[in-house]
């Protein structure tokens, strides 16, 4: 069974921190892994990653994935208030199915 | 404006009363999803589509039917609903690559 786990599950921190959220996985034909962020609404797409050791970068965030040892890790450089939210990590199999973690929240204090 | 929409956004029934929540996307997507969102479970996905006519179970389809009759829409059918499935469902779609999955706005559904 298709297995997606997401540490730590909440986290606080103080403005300007950098922070690290992770995510491992076992799946069956890995396809891709997904980074979203989700507010007080619907989840918004951050980042899609399909190789090893290639990084995404958009701004202050950033991703990489890890084939060989099952795992990806969404870093936050100088966190903002605005980055409070929910971050949830996806891995998608070759039939296309979604498997979701359960969601890292993320609480960034002035 | 590019767009995944859900209808309703708030529903209250009662246990055995069939319902359908509504999902359209304008964005000639060919896969579509939905999910149900519940407290420290995370997202799990119910029923996804990668085409017209093409369906196939994600984590958690009891109790729930979809459609895919036309490309833009992907109803839910809740046949006899329970207050297990008390949750807030979000649709969402994308391309068949799934690059970027757009989400709807959320349903949420509460079942007496």
């Known amino acids: 069974e298709d297995k997606v786990v997401q540490s730590p599950l909440s986290l606080v921190v103080h403005e300007g921190d950098t922070v690290t959220l992770n995510c491992s996985y076992e799946v069956t034909n890995f396809r891709s892994l997904l980074w979203y962020k989700q507010e007080k609404k619907a989840p918004t797409f951050l980042f899609m990653l399909?190789?090893?050791?290639i990084e995404k970068k958009s701004g202050r965030l950033s991703s990489i994935l890890d084939k060989k040892e099952l795992f990806s890790i969404l870093n936050i450089t100088a966190t903002q208030t605005g980055d409070s939210a929910i971050y949830l990590c996806a891995v998608e199999n070759s039939g296309y199915a979604l498997n979701f973690g359960k969601g890292t929240s993320l609480l960034v204090t002035p | 404006e590019a767009q995944v929409t859900q209808n309703p956004r708030y529903l209250i029934t009662v246990t055995g009363k069939k319902l359908t929540v509504t999902c359209s996307q304008n964005m000639n997507h060919e896969y579509m999803s939905w999910y149900r969102q519940d407290p420290g479970l995370g997202l799990r996905q119910i029923y996804y589509s990668m085409n017209v006519e093409v369906t196939d179970k994600g984590d958690v389809p009891e109790g729930y039917k979809v459609s895919r009759k036309e490309k833009r829409n992907f109803p839910l059918i809740l046949e006899s609903p329970s207050p297990n499935q008390t949750s807030l469902y979000f649709c969402?779609?994308?391309?068949?690559?799934?690059?970027?999955?757009?989400f709807g706005p959320g349903t949420r559904l509460t079942v007496t």
């Open positions: 969402a779609s994308s391309p068949l690559n799934i690059y970027e999955q757009y």
């Open positions: 399909t190789s090893s050791g």
